[in-house]
């Protein structure tokens, strides 16, 4: 499941997503620490797409209701003013929570354009900047590409023709070993989603992937979140990970329930 893989990826990589030490020995670090680790707003504003979708319910509705159910999560300043006041209308953010909550879509739709159009709607509600939408859209897709049998490099190359390297400074296109020098911590999506991508395109397995993420100083909760669904989806699981003995553990019984239906 791809949502799975999201929460699991925002859980992970929310232990380093403000306190990352300079010189993390990201290759051998335990993969989890328990004290530092927990789900953020991205699994919350993931689940809430999720309920959206399986119980017919507008994305706006369900994103306030479980946003205020859980408003300590970490959310941007403008998105929490968003669900947290009367005025739900869309303000023209291209920030990277669009982009990170969209897994379910990319899993559940198998038409290839409901699946584009979903996307573009569970982002219009908040994130209706063309970068904001295109981030959802992409990241979804990405989703329905692995799901559907696609390689590596049919994955790549859509993500370079949405995200190439004249116009985005961190294009798919560049290598982790030349963003590690280079890449700043940076939450918009057009900075967030090639960059998480190029995470799983040289990712072996579901914890390698987890992993590239740790060696950038990056908004890591939500590099897990946004191509978390399509490492899972790719590798058909987690390998020796106990993502649901993690994800019980450090969800509440709402959202793993929401999670497992």
Request: aromatic content about 14%; charged content about 25%.
């Amino acid at each position: 499941m791809a949502v799975k893989g999201a929460v699991l990826g925002d859980i992970l990589g929310s232990q380093y997503e403000f306190g990352r030490p300079k010189e993390l020995d990201w290759k051998n670090v335990p993969l989890l620490n328990k004290k530092s680790a927990g789900f953020t707003d991205d699994t919350v504003m993931t689940l809430a797409v999720k309920k959206a979708i399986k119980c017919g319910k507008g994305f706006a509705d369900t994103m306030v209701e479980l946003g205020r159910k859980y408003p300590d999560r970490g959310y941007g300043p403008r998105f929490f003013d968003w669900f947290t006041g009367d005025n739900h209308m869309p303000y023209n953010s291209f920030g990277n929570g669009s982009a990170m909550r969209v897994s379910f879509v990319g899993e559940y739709f198998d038409d290839y354009g409901k699946m584009q159009e979903t996307a573009a709607k569970s982002a219009e509600v908040s994130h209706n900047h063309p970068e904001g939408i295109k981030g959802a859209v992409v990241t979804a897709t990405c989703i329905w590409l692995a799901k559907h049998g696609s390689d590596k490099k049919e994955i790549y190359d859509y993500v370079l023709s949405n995200y190439p390297a004249v116009e985005y400074e961190y294009s798919i296109y560049y290598c982790l070993d030349e963003l590690r020098s280079r890449y700043t911590w940076n939450d918009t999506c057009q900075g967030s989603v090639p960059a998480a991508m190029r995470c799983f395109y040289e990712s072996e397995d579901y914890e390698s992937f987890i992993r590239n993420i740790y060696s950038l100083e990056c908004d890591s909760d939500t590099f897990g979140a946004i191509a978390g669904g399509v490492a899972e989806e790719y590798y058909h699981g987690f390998g020796n990970i106990n993502a649901d003995g993690i994800l019980r553990e450090f969800l509440t019984d709402e959202l793993y329930g929401i999670l497992s239906e």
